[in-house]
């Protein structure tokens, strides 16, 4: 964990010692009372924190000065629901890159039962982003959208004409610099031929990341680091 990230209700009182954050703080980083440490609030502020440690070992934080997050990465990504185990790797991944947006999508060929996983029940695939944006050490969280009918997609995209089916035999990956920028991965099987047919419609061009089958989080992964990239060249020091 290279920041500490508290959702804003954890803010109003201390960090139990069984928390894997307070136990990375105790055991990896052998966190003192008195010593500062980066940290931040989901979807908040960010900066620099003093931790004090109670007899019990829980955490307090008070944020001493406010650092500004890295600036977020406008991509959307419309990814074919995959088996949980690999959407949870997927969410700390692309949290890590900055992404904006990630819309988890039914299509014809995958398992319904993917998206009825506890993992977008509850608030486990929240704590998946969490991880991830302690690695990125930063405070946003992407935002996530599970759309359980395909043919909706339309109503839930950005307005750009940056928009990207990733096919082996399309042309190569944009290296244009797009203010923002939709990149649609498929499920473990593809889409269709009728999916594919529909992003036609939405005005979506084939593009490759080159002439291998990959696999669903490898492609997700590799469009968003090359967006970041040509997005971000010239923008950061390296």
Known sequence: MNLILLRKEETERPLPPYDPRAVHLHHVMRI???QTILMGVVNQAMGRAQVSIRADKSLDFQLLEVLSPPPPLPLTLIIGTPRPPTARRLLRDLASLGVSRIIWTASELNEKSYLASNL???AEWEWELMLGAMQGKTSRLPEIVCNERFHRLPDLLPDTEARYLLDTEGSPFPHEKA????????????????????FDRWGFRSVSLGPYTLRTETAATGAAVLYSRNFFSGDLNP
């Open 120 to 122: 977008w029940k509850g």
């Open 32 to 34: 003192q009372d008195g």
């Open 179 to 198: 203010p923002a920028m939709v990149a649609a991965i498929g499920p473990e099987r593809g889409w269709t031929l009728n999916e594919r047919k529909a």
